[in-house]
């Protein structure tokens, strides 16, 4: 993402201008739009005009418009290309696919389109969107992310192959985003059935495809790509690993070879992409990896649910007694999901960002999580907000403080009115 201009006042109101470039970066624009924030970017619009004599005639017309935004979606990219097609080099920077659509209504008047008349901005790759927000709107949850999107030196720092036999699914994994490229099926028949014949040569179509797609998907040679994962259960990560060695070395890819310690072997006891989880989770992995963000969030997540067996009055989850946690000075570290923060109610919102701003300020870690990894959407299913506690809370103990003190203020109140 390249930042065009900034403009924000003290009082949180002010104007952002960002370029996105390829997914990631339609992620984090889904992130930072809300419902009533002002959208100006390109649009086509069909225009109709009707003659003096009455016939009419419709044409597109590319024109900006700024919109009152009443509603935002978006949709992953999901595409691949034909598992059997091959590839030479996998240096070629991956396409925008991901769909963000703003619609709302016409604020700013255009001589096509009337004002208050409803569109909707289909956000493409490499064209300004400029952000406007009311007072408070530019938080420091969304700066912080305007400033994280427009880091340099930013991409895909994993690439992963989950694989069983005959299966493959290709990743790559960023800061903020796990993107599934591709998943490839091969059938491979049993030996018992067809012969061990049939069945060798369905293994070498599955390695062939499986070789295409990885030299078309991941782009190892990469210097941002920290590792690439092979994971699998079983024996099939040793001759996908082996295959692709050989075939390096066949072909001659001097920087497919020159990439052999970027390579990890992992065991994963699924062939499904939510093994990642697991993958990041292993010691192998996560001393290479210590250093990114989404390896410390599973790496915190996993300790949060071994916490939650073993010492549960230091493992909190949930909106509201977070917040007593929070209240209390006990939070060492928060973990605490991007998707909270596209609450469309601001005071929910401002509840949120008031919670990790406070945390930090007390000292404490804060994490967020971002839903497009499996780690995030893990703790969406547990709320969306937990907290590792620096020492020992009960629940009911604390919820039983809260009432005694709502009931004491609640005597005051009644004592203070007149008669």
């Given at each position: 993402m390249k930042l065009v201009g900034k403009h924000i006042e003290?009082?949180?109101s002010g104007h952002v201008s960002l370029r996105p470039e390829d997914d990631e970066d339609m992620w984090h624009l889904y992130n930072l739009i809300q419902e009533g924030d002002h959208v100006r970017a390109p649009a086509i619009r069909r225009v109709q005009n009707v003659s003096a004599t009455g016939s009419s005639e419709s044409h597109r017309v590319r024109l900006n418009l700024t919109l009152a935004v009443t509603r935002i979606t978006w949709s992953p990219s999901t595409g691949s290309a034909d598992p059997t097609a091959s590839g030479e080099s996998s240096n070629a920077a991956q396409n925008s696919t991901a769909a963000l659509q703003i619609a709302g209504r016409v604020?700013?008047?255009?001589?096509?389109?009337?004002?208050?008349?409803?569109?909707?901005?289909?956000?493409?790759?490499?064209?300004?969107?400029?952000?406007e927000k009311d007072i408070g709107g530019w938080d420091s949850i969304a700066m912080g992310r305007v400033e994280e999107s427009c880091a340099p030196g930013r991409g895909a720092e994993v690439g992963a192959i989950v694989c069983g036999e005959g299966t493959a699914t290709f990743c790559l994994l960023s800061?903020?985003?796990?993107?599934?490229?591709?998943?490839?099926?091969?059938?491979?028949p049993r030996k018992m059935g067809t012969g061990t014949s049939a069945h060798e040569k369905g293994l070498a179509r599955f390695y062939s495809s499986m070789y295409a797609s990885f030299l078309r998907h991941?782009?190892?040679?990469?210097?941002?790509?920290?590792?690439?994962i092979i994971a699998s259960p079983g024996w099939v990560r040793d001759a996908v690993m082996d295959f692709i060695m050989a075939e390096a070395s066949r072909t001659g890819n001097k920087p497919l070879l020159g990439a052999r310690n970027k390579f990890v072997k992992v065991h994963v006891n699924s062939?499904?992409?939510?093994?990642?989880?697991?993958?990041?989770k292993s010691p192998e992995i996560a001393t290479q990896l210590k250093e990114t963000k989404f390896a410390r969030e599973g790496i915190m997540l996993d300790k949060f649910f071994k916490m939650l067996g073993t010492d549960e009055m230091r493992a909190w989850y949930g909106p509201d007694h977070v917040a007593l946690a929070a209240d209390r000075g006990a939070i060492g570290t928060l973990l605490i999901s991007d998707e909270l923060f596209r609450a469309s109610d601001p005071v929910l919102r401002k509840k949120y960002v008031e919670l990790v701003e406070g945390v930090r300020q007390k000292g404490g870690e804060v994490l967020i999580f971002s839903s497009m990894h499996e780690s995030g959407q893990q703790l969406n299913q547990l709320t969306g907000i937990a907290a590792i506690l620096t020492f020992p809370l009960d629940v009911e103990v604390v919820e039983e403080e809260e009432r005694e003190a709502k009931e004491e203020e609640r005597r005051k109140a009644e004592v203070e009115v007149p008669n």
């Open positions: 003290r009082d949180g604020v700013s008047e255009n001589q096509h389109v009337k004002m208050g008349a409803f569109h909707t901005l289909d956000v493409e790759a490499n064209r300004d969107v400029r952000i800061e903020h985003m796990t993107v599934v490229l591709q998943r490839l099926e091969v059938p491979i991941i782009p190892f040679s990469s210097p941002s790509l920290r590792a690439i062939a499904h992409v939510h093994s990642l989880v697991e993958v990041l």
